[in-house]
């Protein structure tokens, strides 16, 4: 296999005295600029210069002036006010010195292109001759390739060490248990309103209303945030016959009243928005549909399973309450859910 | 032994005693005299490395002045500053810290705004680098390794970024966690694992602010700096390559000193950079996070979408669909997630979030040493190419890159549906039509383009520059005068070497991997354009004379034959 394969149409040979390729013609003549042939012309490219200093300048007396002359207040005003005359100051203070720099280094400081050489990057073959000897002699007068004892020892203990690193990390957090899988919601607990855990009577909930739910509790629970966010739930009512018939689903609802998890089913999103007229479900995140009329079936989008149905019923103040926790786990999949 | 020493030049103010004095205790005389005056070539996409340096600059200045007040602390307080919206509400000390500096601390949002600005810049000039690296080929051989330094800055930016925009403890961002927690919770066997170890527990949790904290301002900041210094030693050891021109070679470097005029033009550029990007942010609003409230899992806007650099993980998650059916029946079909031995499989989680970032980084990685194996090309290049001479590599370029904003812009689809009040249903199908088609086309279209340039190289090389001056023979016979090039001119176009695929001699017995090499290597190369050739040009002058080209016999020969032979750039 040719692995040099550099090459000129032989075709296109037998032109005489003529090479095969052209030849590098060298680095041109410089060009003055009018600043290296002008005295004038380089005496306006100072000025310029200063100039661009002197706003610099100006724009640092701006932010000292604004720092002490816009104090913040409870206004938002104030805070626009002094972010606006701050930051225009400073922007200024640093963006005409750079530009100032630059303009100095563009028009006065000598352009002429110089030629440097490369070296090699590699040693030359004497170099990698005489550092292979060093390795190997240093290798040698270690003895780790005549001393299996210390090598092999020494192998074994590098081998473990990393053990006792990986496991001081074991305390990052506790092990999942069934924690994904259960949530505030079971039998009894009262459907309460996101976030003053205000109960919920079924004769409240009017047809294409929707009730962003939390069990009764939460707040006061040890990690209201936690059990949020496998507990969150939407509540909608929809006019007799629009819902799909399910027997297995039977006795779910009260009178048309859904319970849904809210969190959604592909990677945890909530499931906030509700579209009244097609009974849709869309999550922001990854636009995820769930059909409600369809017992929150995936319509489109990402996610695959259905958002898990919250068993309801009314408790005898008339106060919707949970018949039982989720028939499966809530929220995002993983591996032992099952 | 030194005891003292003699002023060099009697009349240079870098004569005196306290320039002698470091210079006998750290010999700094031999550090300027091989550095100062070493030549850095110039061209504009050079600055765009700069760019990131810069960016990165600042944000160690203005991430250093947040860090005055910011607590990184996920315990309940009650809000009690100016903004007056908020005051009483419970939050996050994280949250209600980043408010004080918003609202409370003179110059505190023109930080946070400088913060996030050139952040956002950082990545964005990060990727411009890189393209600017892959189309003209500057990664080949003595720099892959650079290549692959730079990689590792690319990664450890969008970790940078991500660490530092979930640390205001803002409903925003932690959507963007609870998105992550949901991308771990589904990795097989070790997910659910893996997301009680980040969060201390159940998402989310007490501990992932501190610990999204050190990462942010320790870990990853070391790690970055480390890299860059790697990767900026690398580029003094090998020196800086260069566009192909006249008196460039592939063992000079053309250009100017660092000292004292590349010094100015860059250092000046990064207060330019600076400026502007505290320019922008004193007018611009970036992530106003007063706006959306403490974190709560439940409530969420539309119209949520990450920092930029993430969105090409959040628009793969966006366009796989769950379900794979017909167009317009998603929700038929076949699943993309799979319950079985009662585990399950969430391939709609995984492969967009997790296996294609993986596979992009992973080709990213390794496309110098792919290329350098399909061409079987093993010498040095400093000369760069230019890219219309590399259509394949070119092609591939822009391919990648047309993949990448597709399913970056996919992130952006709902709010593209509400802009112009289209389906968002329906430009899910455009972008995941796009997502398939668009870089194969992108490809191709590149590549013709690419020898398109190339032809008109060859062309304006062979017979010059037209000067719209028409002219008629005696004969009645019109023709348009061209104006040939000058001999650096014309260098720029014909200085390429014409690369040949590998061939393999029919008479040897090839192994499989040997034939794939080959074959893939003709594919590289197939096509072609040959560079002009002396002889050509004469040829085109010969017939060009017939035909009236303004040139004759003595000045083309001249022109043509130029100081004389010279070893091809590049050749060893």
């Known amino acids: ?51 661009l200093f002197a706003l ?42 750079g530009l100032g720099v630059v303009h100095w280094g563009r028009t006065l400081m000598p352009d002429h292109e110089q030629v440097e050489e490369r070296h090699d990057i590699r040693g030359t073959d004497e170099d990698r001759a005489a550092a292979a000897a060093i390795l190997q002699d240093g290798f040698e007068e270690s003895g780790i390739g005549r001393r299996s004892l210390i090598r092999n020892s020494l192998i074994g203990a590098g081998a473990l060490l990393p053990v006792p690193a990986v496991l001081a990390l074991g305390d990052l957090g506790p092990r999942p248990g069934d924690a994904l899988s259960t949530t505030l919601w079971a039998e009894g607990v009262r459907l309460t309103r996101d976030p003053d855990e205000q109960p919920i009577r079924a004769e409240d909930v009017t047809i294409g209303s929707v009730f962003h739910v939390i069990p009764e509790g939460l707040n006061e629970s040890d990690h209201p945030l936690e ?112 | 032994m030194t005891t003292s020493t003699t002023t060099p030049t009697s009349n240079s103010i870098f004569g005196g005693k306290a320039v002698n004095y470091v210079d006998d205790r750290v010999g700094t005389s031999k550090i300027v005299r091989s550095f100062a005056r070493k030549i850095f070539p110039d061209h504009w996409s050079f600055m765009l490395g700069e760019m990131a340096l810069y960016t990165f600059v600042i944000l160690l200045i203005t991430g250093t002045f947040l860090t005055l007040w910011y607590q990184p602390s ?112 589904a990795i097989p066997v070790v997910g659910s694992y893996l997301s009680f170890f980040l969060f201390g527990g159940e998402f989310p949790g007490e501990v992932i602010i501190p610990r999204l904290f050190i990462a942010h301002v320790l870990l990853i900041p070391a790690a970055l700096l480390a890299t860059i210094a790697v990767h900026l030693a690398l580029v003094v050891l090998h020196k800086h390559t260069q566009f192909p021109g006249a008196g460039r070679t592939n063992t000079n470097v053309v250009g100017y000193p660092v000292y004292p005029v590349y010094a100015a033009k860059a250092g000046g550029f990064f207060f330019v950079v600076f400026g502007i990007v505290v320019l922008i942010s004193a007018f611009v609003t970036i992530n106003p996070i007063w706006n959306y409230g403490p974190y709560d899992p439940s409530p ?47 391939l709609n989680i995984i492969l967009p979030g997790m296996v294609l970032p993986g596979l992009m980084i992973g080709a990213l990685f390794a496309y110098p040493f792919v290329e ?127 690369i040949r695929p590998l061939e393999l001699d029919p008479s040897v017995k090839h192994s499989p991997v040997e034939k794939v090499r080959a074959r893939l290597s003709s594919w590289f190369f197939e096509d072609r354009i040959t560079p002009v050739t002396p002889h050509e040009l004469e040829a085109a002058h010969h017939e060009g004379g017939q035909e009236g080209e303004a040139i004759s016999d003595h000045e083309s020969r001249s022109a043509i034959t130029g100081s004389g032979t010279q070893e091809p750039a590049g050749q060893q």
């Open chain 1, 1 to 51: 296999m040719k692995d040099q394969h550099v090459g000129t149409d032989v075709a296109a040979q037998g032109g005489g005295d003529l090479p095969d390729r052209f030849a590098n013609p060298g680095v041109p003549a410089h060009r003055f600029r009018t600043t290296d042939t002008d005295q004038r012309a380089a005496k306006r490219a100072e000025r310029q210069v200063a100039a």
């Open chain 1, 56 to 97: 610099s300048a100006a724009g640092s007396l701006l932010f000292i002036v604004s720092y002490f002359a816009f104090p913040l207040d409870e206004t938002f005003a104030s805070v626009e006010r002094s972010t606006w005359t701050l930051g225009l100051g400073l922007g200024l203070a640093i963006l005409a010195l």
């Open chain 2, 372 to 498: 350098q194996w399909v061409t079987g090309d093993t010498r040095e290049h400093h000369i760069l190419d230019r890219p219309r001479n590399a259509p394949t590599r070119t092609g591939f370029g822009v391919a990648a890159l047309v993949f990448y904003l597709t399913i970056s812009l996919a992130a952006t689809n709902d709010i593209i549906a509400t802009h112009f009040d289209l389906s968002i249903n329906d430009l899910t199908y455009v972008f995941r039509t796009t997502a398939i088609f668009g870089p194969p086309l992108a490809f191709w279209i590149t590549k013709r383009v690419c020898m398109g340039l190339q032809r008109r190289d060859r062309d304006l090389a062979l017979h010059g520059r037209e000067s719209g001056r028409i002219v008629r023979t005696a004969d009645g016979e019109y023709f348009e005068v061209h104006e040939p090039l000058a001999p650096a001119e014309r260098w720029a176009l014909v200085q390429q070497e014409e």
């Open chain 2, 74 to 185: 996920m315990a309940l307080t009650t809000y009690e500053g100016s903004y007056a919206p908020l005051f009483g509400q419970q939050m996050s000390h994280a949250y209600s810290s980043t408010l004080d500096i918003s609202f409370d601390i003179r110059g505190g949002l023109l930080m946070r705004q400088v913060h996030h600005w050139a952040a956002l810049l950082f990545v964005a000039a990060i990727v411009a680098h890189m393209a600017r690296v892959f189309i003209t080929g500057a990664f080949r051989k003595p720099r892959e390794m650079n290549w692959v330094f730079g990689a590792v800055l690319a990664i450890l930016a969008l970790a940078a970024g991500f660490t530092g925009y979930s640390l205001p403890d803002d409903l925003l961002s932690g959507n963007g966690l609870r998105i992550i927690q949901g991308v771990l919770l």
């Open chain 2, 300 to 346: 969420i806007s539309a119209g949520t979408q990450p920092d930029w650099y993430i969105w090409f993980v959040d628009g793969a998650l966006r366009l796989w669909p769950g379900w794979i059916g017909v167009p317009g029946m998603d929700g038929g079909g076949i699943p993309t997630e799979f319950t079985f031995l009662g585990v399950t499989l969430s």
């Open chain 1, 227 to 338: 059990e949020k966010a496998k507990a969150a739930v939407l509540l909608i009512r929809l006019e007799p016959g629009e819902v799909e018939d399910d027997p297995e689903r039977d006795g779910w609802d009260v009178d048309g009243i859904y319970a849904y998890s809210k969190i959604c089913t592909h990677v945890g999103c909530p499931v906030a928005l509700y579209e009244q007229r097609t009974h849709h479900l869309l999550c922001p995140c990854h636009q995820s549909t769930f059909d409600v009329t369809q017992h929150c079936r995936v319509i489109f989008g990402p996610a695959v399973r259905p958002l898990p149905q919250l068993p309801i019923t009314v408790d005898e103040e008339g106060y919707l309450v949970a018949s039982s926790g989720f028939p499966e786990a809530p929220g995002p999949s993983f591996w032992e859910r099952g």
